[in-house]
């Protein structure tokens, strides 16, 4: 059985950076098609993808952020972190991290999101 | 990008109607798409991938179809438990793209 979860602050200052971490079980990262990506949504509007970490550890990110984020994976502990710098009140949203499906970067199980406040 | 439209933003339809939402493509593409569910306060759940292959646990009244840049998500006999808003994504090119999403409720 597949969960995610994530966990970080919920409170952020404008230029602070954001750290996320999602712990997994009941799948490993680094097993052949594996994946997990980071995903937002602010508060009525849709979702938008952010980053995917892949079983050999390549690594995507959406161009309109690519500067500002770093998904990284720390195997022994099934967690996979994404950081954001540079936060600002727009990037209030909720952050999701989802598993990816083995054949296509589509995700198929997902973290319960957490909301993500960015004010001073 | 690919940019991915869907229709209608919102639509009103009672238990037992048929609903279809439609996803265009600006590009087209080879049915790397998937879609999703999602109630208020929820995570997203998968629906559907590969345009038309149906999730492990998902009630055969959702179906899919399309190919190239129009997609089709029908809703079948709906149900209660089905009023919530639904997401085209496309997985054929980076970056990964989402639609804006259609909102079912209740008329």
């Not at chain 1, 054949?103 to 973290?111: A, L, R, V």
């Not at chain 2, 929820?42 to 038309?52: D, E, F, Q, V």
Request: proline content about 5%; glycine content about 8%; some cysteine.
């Amino acid at each position: 059985q597949i969960t995610l979860k994530e966990s970080g602050p919920t409170l952020v200052k404008p230029t602070q950076t954001l750290t996320l971490t999602c712990t997994f079980s009941g799948f490993s990262v680094t097993t052949t098609g594996e994946g997990v990506g980071w995903f937002r949504q602010p508060p009525g509007k849709a979702l938008e993808w952010l980053a995917l970490l892949y079983w050999d550890d390549g690594e995507r990110y959406s161009p309109s952020l690519s500067s500002r984020l770093t998904i990284t994976q720390d195997t022994s502990k099934n967690q996979v972190v994404l950081t954001m710098t540079n936060m600002d009140p727009v990037d209030t949203a909720t952050y999701y991290c989802a598993h990816k499906e083995i054949s296509m970067d589509i995700f198929d199980f997902w973290g319960q999101g957490t909301l993500v406040t960015v004010s001073s | 990008d690919i940019q991915m439209t869907q229709s209608p933003s919102s639509v009103s339809a009672s238990v037992g109607d048929t609903v279809t939402i439609t996803c265009r493509a600006s590009q087209g593409f080879s049915s790397w798409l998937a879609w999703y569910q999602q109630k208020p306060g929820k995570a997203p759940t998968l629906l559907i991938y590969g345009a038309s292959t149906l999730q492990s646990g998902v009630p055969s009244r959702f179906s899919g179809s399309g190919s190239g840049t129009d997609y089709t998500l029908t809703i079948s006999r709906l149900q209660p438990e089905d009023f919530a808003t639904y997401y085209c994504q496309q997985a054929a090119r980076f970056p990964l793209t989402f639609g804006g999403g259609t909102k079912v409720d209740s008329k």
